[in-house]
């Protein structure tokens, strides 16, 4: 009899390599560490290349790192990734996911995409489906259900005089004044903290930035196209992904939707052993 | 054009996080809205009677702050209450607009209405704004700049014309009617100080009007300077009437009479209508509209200033960064010396701020435009002649 340990595993002694790889003419941070089969993993509006440490895993990265080799580029404005002014749509972002994959050498990848990296990846798997081989959404935006209000994100987290992240952060996160939350937030941050968030805010604002923010209307029809087995996870408490914007996600034929009490819009900041259900997941059987 | 009816700093900021954007406009009586509009463009005209050489009017959205979501019917109103005065409008936020012809055309009537007295001044737009109609920030200075070149050929060029621009496409560019002064009116751009504004605004003639309400005097000065060496490294002359300033002034009969008169007034302009993009609460300032480094910047000044206000100190603290608040003969001297030693040509006067009520700001300007201006003026115009500025 084969006993399998399921608690947490060590985080690996190593953290992600940084490097720059050049994607037509544009810089691209990209995080990268691990062993395993190759994992794309699009970040979120509060996550990795948004909020700190820089250049260290998140745990629940850290946990993937223990069984993938895991990718995980900055999306344009974020980090040190240049070239945001030249994305004006979302094909402009398409494009360049499939420019990234082609330079990073990566086809049929597993793609793990959190929140606003949730919608892009999706976005690339409903036109290249070739590229993707599963998909995992956690706390994806892009979906807006209208008459269901979600609040305005941008006004959450405009900056305050005098300190005070705790509107971001009631926003974001299911206990917005625990350690992960205020580590991932504090109400006051380093210099260097700033710069690396409001970065990051600005390349959330390139495309999220029309109200409802974070949407593309034609994306609820399309949804039905999207035929790669796909887990999406939602937390129960998400504001800025409620429930019906869940259940628009699982049309995906190939999708199975998982919802997870107690976790809001961070859930993988929140949730680290969720990495067991992803790699479980994308290693597991169609 | 201030709504005065709010809580003063402390209070209000105890109940709300900003007076800008979701200060809810239940807080606004139309009624006494209907006063206000009365009073506050009846001070406008008396300030042609004074002999002051123009007035201006600005344009905000959603906020308590300023009541001008559409400055040019103020200004239109103007061209027909007043007949000698410059009537600028600081400005339309172009990037609101689309098409920006829409500010070509109303400026145009402006001008012609008024028999070409109209200065325009054209702006971004403040943070506060881009949260109010939703227009991407990440991208409103290449727009704007964009939008002003539009503007500007549609006010020169014979239309019809066709614009392809990264931002703006029209196959026919026509407008009626074009403006009466020409090749167009003087354009103004007000800023805060950032290097590229300044050049942008030397490189093409354009006015650019230091704003300083909220910083130290020695904040437009620096403005001033890196004014003129853009003027120098252009290898243009400097025109003094280009570079203005936007400050407060308040004259009473004594130094100490004006400071306490106006004291409580600038507070509340300062501390109530201006929380939601300076003050301690909730800044309005949208991702991407200024680069990082200037919002972490921005921030830490703003702590700074926030922090550094001691109530024991408010009188000295309004003195230093208000320095045209005093008597004739102190604000007289003290723009003797911008003019001096800044070459400053246009002086934007806050004539009413905050909550200053109809007698206070009559007197106060009566004094300043009787006592202050002509002397001042008679004395810029010399100087500016032997420095061969025209």
Known sequence: ?286 | MPWPHLAAPREFLAANEAAWVTLSNANYDPALGKALYDRYISELVEAEELGLDGVVVNEHHQNAYGLMPSPNLVAAALTRETSRVKICVLGNALPLYNPPTRVAEEMAMLDVMSGGRLIAGLVVGGGPEYYSTNVNPTDARPRFREAVDLVIQAWTRPGPFAFDGEFYQLPYVNPWPRPLQQPHPPVWIPGLGSPSTITYCVEHGFGYMGVAYYAPPETFARQAVAYHEAVTASGRTFDPELLGWLTTVYVAETDEQAVEEAAPHLAYFQGTLAAGFVGPGKVWMPPGYIDPPALVQFLADLRGMVQGQRPPDAAAAVWKRSPLIGSPKTVRERLLTYVNELGLGTVLALLQFGSLPADLTARSTRLYATEVVPFVREHAEKHFAAKGWE
């Open chain 1, 1 to 286: 009899m084969t006993v399998v340990d399921r608690r947490p595993g060590p985080r690996p002694r190593t953290g992600p390599t940084r490097r720059t790889v050049s994607v037509s003419g544009r810089d691209v941070t990209v995080l990268r560490g691990g062993t395993g089969m190759a994992l794309l993993y699009l970040h979120g509006l509060c996550d990795i290349h948004a909020v700190g440490p820089v250049d260290q895993w998140t745990p629940l990265l850290a946990r993937l790192a223990a069984s993938f080799d895991v990718l995980a580029p900055a999306l344009p404005g974020y980090d040190a990734s240049t070239g945001l002014e030249d994305f004006d749509d979302v094909e402009d972002y398409v494009w360049h996911l499939v420019d990234l994959c082609r330079e990073l050498g990566l086809a049929e990848v597993a793609v793990v995409g959190n929140s606003l990296g949730g919608w892009f990846a999706t976005e690339l798997a409903l036109r290249h489906p070739d590229l993707v081989a599963r998909l995992v959404l956690l706390a994806p935006v892009g979906v807006h259900v209208r008459g269901v209000e979600v609040p305005p994100f941008f006004g959450a987290v405009a900056p305050r005089g005098i300190g005070g992240a705790g509107e971001a952060r009631r926003l974001l996160f299911a206990d917005p004044d625990g350690a992960v939350a205020l580590g991932a937030l504090p109400d006051v941050m380093t210099t260097e903290q700033q710069l690396l968030w409001f970065s990051g805010l600005a390349g959330a604002a390139r495309l999220g930035w029309k109200a409802p923010h974070f949407q593309n209307r034609k994306l609820t029809e399309r949804l039905g196209r999207v035929a790669v087995p796909a887990l999406v996870v939602r937390g129960r408490d998400d504001l800025l992904v409620p429930e019906e914007a869940g259940r628009v996600w699982a049309t995906m034929p190939g999708a199975r939707l998982l919802e997870i009490p107690d976790a809001g819009h961070c859930l993988a900041l929140e949730h680290p052993a969720l990495a067991d259900e992803v790699a479980g997941f994308l290693v597991g059987p169609d």
